[in-house]
């Protein structure tokens, strides 16, 4: 132990070696059901070059590393070691917004840069990344983008990946790897850019979209040193439209249409107790809000850019209060009960603390996948129906839905607040879990990132994507050291 120690502090010094009780326990367990598993270090590289010499290091001595870059509080169990002895590499200190390309609209930055460091930055010429809904402010931009973490406007969502470009990685042997349009050249990104190259194209080197191996994969291939990431202009002015209903089929003709056509921005449909938890302060107020909601409500932003801003949102709302009357509903600036403002800002701003779904009930559980909206209905049965089964509240299950890929896909995802004090009502929230999950992988659910749990069942039904998944884990990783047993791994 005092072996491994000594080569840590060689390579990182000792202020960037913690061996503590409180460090190491803080990485021990997260938000998930997953087993706790105490790490043995962690450790603070600060920069790329560290990054790999841990690695090259991690293989001879075998060690297992599991690559973290945002602060707590962490949820799916991919940030908790699943074998004893592990490494945690804290990437933190590689917060450098390394290029921000206004004419080209792209960022290049460092896994360690959060959005609550980039955002005011990019806000300075015009820009921003565009979001998940209602991020924590330290988490990791380019963590949540490798997390495929569903973005707010579909239009702009041209793939799932949308909108991280390029990569820096160290693959699991030790091997720095440009991808994209960057693999094309220098591994000096100064010389890229002398060059001309503004590294936009995400498609490389060669014919693979290498960037993609690296997408969801929960650090189990390589770790991810910066990356570049589109920007969207900031609009102004802004304005945010309701469509509300007390039937989900009421609304699904209207979000397709909508996403078709690709008018307005951000777009989601939410329940009334997801839409209660993401503005209220605390349980009573959510609770009171939850009660006096619509059950269903439609989000829609629209903004205007550079050119007739005013003109753009005037014609874009005149457009969607079209399709809204042709379907028999009602196109809303305010729902009532509910201060607008408080759904912009989980639109547009960061979340404070403490993380805005644990101010129910401190504690709650996901079951996200990706299904056509058409479906979501039989899902959201399943759902409730093993709920009830389980004796949980259905009142309580918050339900969100967003469209990816230009609504050709959505995000489905059930929200299950619980008490984690309460051990029995912990007990039955994990067999809940447990059981629709399970029900929902059986009916077709598809599970794009199956952390924790979900891992067998999704790997067991596609063998032969398990086993090229394995082939490509031992080409990159031939020892097993990144986030080992994590996936099919």
Known sequence: MEGIKQDLIGLFGTDNVLDDPASLGSYARDQSFVLSIRPRFVVRPGSGDEVQALIVWANKTST???????????????????????????LSRLNEIMRIDRRNRIVVIEPGVTYAQLQPE???????????????????????LLERQPTLIPRYN????EPLRDCGVIWGDGQKFYTGEAGQGSLNLDDQWAAGRRLLD?????????????????????????????????????????????????????????????????MLLVNNAYLATLTANDRAEIVALRDELPLWTLI????????????????????????????????LTAVPGLATARVEAALTGLAREPHWKLRDKGGVQDIFFHTPLVKAPDYIATMLAAAEAHKYPTADVGIYLQPQHQGVAYHCEFSLPYDPSDARETAK????????????????AYFSRPHGEWADPVYN??????????????????????????LCF
């Open 300 to 331: 829609i932003g629209v903004g205007g850019r550079t050119l007739l801003p005013e003109e753009r949102v005037a014609v874009a709302e005149k457009d969607i209060a079209a399709e809204v009357a042709a379907r028999g509903l009602r196109l």
């Open 429 to 444: 929230l994990r067999a809940l879990f447990s059981a629709a999950s399970e029900q929902l992988i059986a009916q077709g």
């Open 202 to 266: 995400p498609k490389g080197p060669a014919q693979t979209d290498f960037f993609r191996l690296l997408t969801g994969a929960q650090g189990t291939f390589g770790i991810v040193i910066w990356a570049s990431v589109k920007c969207e202009l900031l609009a102004d002015p802004k304005k945010t439209l309701f469509v509300t209903a007390d039937r989900l089929d009421d609304l699904i003709d209207l979000s397709y249409r909508l996403t078709r056509v690709r008018v307005g921005d951000e």
């Open 158 to 161: 041209y793939a799932l990946p």
């Open 64 to 90: 297992p590393l599991v690559p973290v870059s945002s602060g707590s509080p962490h949820f799916y169990g991919d940030t908790v070691p699943s074998v004893p002895g592990a490494v945690i590499v804290d």
């Open 122 to 144: 990019l806000a300075k010429v015009g820009m921003r990344v565009t979001p998940p809904l209602f991020p924590r402010a330290n988490k990791s931009v380019i963590a949540s």
């Open 461 to 486: 039904r596609d063998a032969q994507s398990t086993t090229a998944l394995r082939t490509v884990k031992k080409i990159l990783d031939p020892n097993n050291v990144l986030n080992p047993s994590k």
